[in-house]
């Protein structure tokens, strides 16, 4: 299993609720798929560099963990179809 980090960036007309229970489908994709999450980092709300999409601030979460590729590469599939997600990066630690 390697190590990855995700950062995404949630649409701002999200509520609370609405974060959290976003959040939490994303991070259930990934353990679903065996991955194993090591460290969650929620940023919170901040202005992007640049619009994404019309949307001038978004949602900032970091997510550590351990997968193998199939949990990383359903979670990508997933998270192009979802429009609360601007924007998302896999990165391979």
Partial sequence: M???EIMYILAPTLDEAG???TVESLHKI???NGAKITGVKEWGMRDLAYPIKKQTKGYY???NF???????SEFD???RLDVRVLRFLV???
């Fill in 2 to 4: 390697k190590n990855y």
């Fill in 19 to 21: 974060i959290k229970t």
């Fill in 30 to 32: 990934l353990t679903d």
């Fill in 61 to 63: 979460v970091v997510v």
């Fill in 66 to 72: 351990d997968a193998e590729p199939v949990a990383v």
């Fill in 77 to 79: 599939r997933v998270v």
């Fill in 91 to 93: 990165t391979v630690c």
